[in-house]
Antibody, heavy 121, light 108 residues
Framework: EVQLVQSGAEVKKPGESLKISCKGSGYSFTSYWIGWVRQMPGKGLEWMGIIYPGDSDTRYSPSFQGQVTISADKSISTAYLQWSSLKASDTAMYYC??????????????WGQGTMVTVSS | EIVLTQSPGTLSLSPGERATLSCRASQSVSSSYLAWYQQKPGQAPRLLIYGASSRATGIPDRFSGSGSGTDFTLTISRLEPEDFAVYYCQQYGSSPRSFGQGTKLEIK
């Protein structure tokens, strides 16, 4: 079964760092882009950025450039999203998703279950 | 950046009725790189439609997509109880990729 499994919920204080993960299985992890999507409480979806684990080519939305870092470790089929200094406004659900090219030409066909990040003093 | 505007914000219908959801882009979406996703409370989004009109694997044929350029439509021919959810369109032809703000489909 093709799936993305994300790390568990996090509760952090402003200014702390954080790295959340997304592990792929059931397919060739290095052959598909992995994207990250933010959903703030009660709000819509926001495209943050994307990485190709095969060569770590990474693209960011201008809204998130410099605010987060996306990385991947292909040896363990895992993508990451990290913050160096969290803010309360980073409180949100974060989804990873696989970008499928062959059939859909780039839509997100498989999604992780989401990681809830809460930042509060 | 392409801005996607979905309408209506909320659509109230009854099971068995037909639903028509709109997604309008601020610029032409290249090669119909337009997708629709369904999201139910507490769940991750699910891909319904890609390439503006192709159903994703396992999606019932009551869901259909149409449109090109700047105007796209998701139609649900006969609503089932499990179809009441929030629907998002996404363009993936231009960077940065972007989502619409969503349409909530609620039971009347």
């Amino acid at each position: 079964e093709v799936q993305l499994v994300q790390s568990g919920a996090e509760v952090k204080k402003p200014g702390e760092s954080l790295k959340i993960s997304c592990k792929g299985s059931g397919y060739s992890f290095t052959s598909y882009w992995i994207g990250w999507v933010r959903q703030m409480p009660g709000k819509g979806l926001e495209w943050m950025g994307i990485i190709y684990p095969g060569d770590s080519d990474t693209r960011y939305s201008p809204s998130f450039q410099g605010q987060v870092t996306i990385s991947a470790d292909k040896s363990i089929s895992t993508a990451y999203l990290q913050w160096s200094s969290l803010k309360a406004s980073d409180t949100a659900m974060y989804y990873c998703a696989r970008r499928e090219v062959t059939m859909t030409r780039g839509a997100f066909d498989i999604w992780g279950q989401g990681t809830m990040v809460t930042v509060s003093s | 950046e392409i801005v996607l505007t979905q309408s209506p914000g909320t659509l109230s219908l009854s099971p068995g009725e037909r639903a028509t959801l709109s997604c309008r882009a601020s610029q032409s979406v290249s090669s119909s790189y337009l997708a629709w996703y369904q999201q139910k409370p507490g769940q991750a989004p699910r891909l319904l439609i890609y390439g503006a009109s192709s159903r994703a694997t396992g999606i019932p044929d009551r869901f259909s997509g149409s449109g090109s350029g700047t105007d796209f439509t998701l139609t649900i021919s006969r609503l089932e109880p499990e179809d009441f959810a929030v629907y998002y369109c996404q363009q993936y032809g231009s960077s940065p990729r972007s989502f619409g703000q969503g349409t909530k489909l609620e039971i009347k």
